[in-house]
């Protein structure tokens, strides 16, 4: 059961472009969703996050933008550079107490910014 | 401030042996979780451990085992292990015991033949 569906698997944009990353979660009990970025030979680093109180969050030139009725929520990323190239992740979490400390990560999708 | 520190990075183990993986977290931190990640599943959690007890566990089989020290220091274990088992094994640790805020390493990769 996938519990995080992520889209599109790749994405080439061009440099200066903006690269728009969605994903969409099942579990009504998700109260925390981060997006990490990862480029080959390291772990995940975290990028930005958001909870579901507000419907979007700026960082830069990262945003996300929620949507919790559609259990929806999406990466921007505005003016892209070639160093952006990186897969990024969705990932959604239930926080707080008790025993569900893991995230729920989506499949992936790499990004390619052309120069 | 150094960073989650895995070691080794790199592993080869023929089927039916074992391994043993270790992460150092971040200074302070009491958390230590563990994702494996494959092309195909993507990253997947395993277990966590806060102040060495095992808070919760993934959907992996009971060849996958972990333990967290008095210094927060983590190993996992992986015992008869399979072709299957050749992923990027990722550790992450968190400061207050909640997974906000994670700081993965940079992982061991093990290659199972």
């Known amino acids: 059961q996938q519990q995080v569906k992520q889209s599109p698997q790749s994405l080439i944009v061009q440099k200066g472009g903006i690269s728009i990353i969605n994903c969409a979660y099942e579990n009504t009990a998700f109260d925390y969703f981060p997006w990490y970025q990862q480029f080959p030979g390291k772990g995940p680093a975290l990028l930005i996050a958001i909870r579901p109180d507000v419907s979007e969050k700026k960082e830069g030139r990262f945003t996300i933008s929620f949507n919790k009725s559609a259990k929806q929520f999406s990466l921007h990323i505005m003016d892209s550079q070639p160093g952006d190239s990186a897969t990024y992740f969705c990932a959604a979490s239930k926080g707080g107490g008790g025993s569900n400390y893991k995230l729920t990560f989506g499949k992936g999708t790499l990004l390619t910014v052309n120069p | 401030k150094a960073g989650v520190t895995q070691t080794p990075r790199y592993l080869i183990k023929t089927r039916g042996q074992q391994v043993t993986l270790s992460c150092s977290p971040i200074s302070g931190h009491r958390s230590v979780s563990w994702y494996q990640q494959t092309p195909g599943q993507g990253l997947q959690f395993l277990f966590e451990?806060?102040?060495?007890?095992?808070?919760n566990k993934g959907n992996f089989p009971g060849r996958f085992s972990g333990r967290q020290f008095s210094n927060s220091r983590s190993e996992m274990n992986v015992s008869t292990l399979e072709l299957g088992d050749s992923a990027l094994y990722l550790c992450?640790?968190?400061?207050?015991?909640?997974?906000?805020?994670?700081?993965f390493g940079s992982g061991t990769r093990l290659t199972v033949v």
């Open positions: 451990y806060f102040s060495e007890t095992q808070r």
């Open positions: 992450a640790s968190s400061f207050i015991g909640t997974n906000y805020g994670y700081t």
